[in-house]
């Protein structure tokens, strides 16, 4: 079993920056593959970032160049948010692949709006 746990969301202007943070506890070890999704109201959930034990990295084109994922040593994984846009509002899962297995955060609210 992988734990996760998300903080980080709240309210921002447009064109403002947030940073999502998710630690990461369990069977660390099994972990291959860290990222986040989003999911919208009416619409599914989304991959919004994700990150491979090689530091490969992987971004949809609606948030390329304006998001940024990182991981440290310690299993904690970061979605640095820039140029934030009203369609970006949704709430942010943290996932962890692990034993063939996601892994979900409980979900963090990001609301975009002036």
């Known amino acids: 079993q992988v734990q996760l746990v998300e903080s980080g969301g709240g309210l921002v202007q447009p064109g403002g920056s947030l940073r999502l943070s998710c630690a990461a506890s369990g069977r660390i070890f099994s972990i291959s593959a860290m990222g986040w999704y989003r999911q919208a109201p009416g619409k599914q959930r989304e991959l919004v970032a994700r990150?491979?034990?090689?530091?490969?990295t992987n971004y949809p084109d609606s948030v390329k160049g304006r998001f940024t994922i990182s991981r440290d040593a310690k299993n904690t994984v970061y979605l640095q948010m820039n140029r934030l846009k009203p369609e970006d509002t949704a709430v942010y899962y943290c996932d962890a692949y692990a034993d063939a297995l996601h892994y979900w955060g409980q979900g963090t609210q990001v609301t975009v709006s002036s």
């Open positions: 990150i491979s034990n090689g530091g490969t």
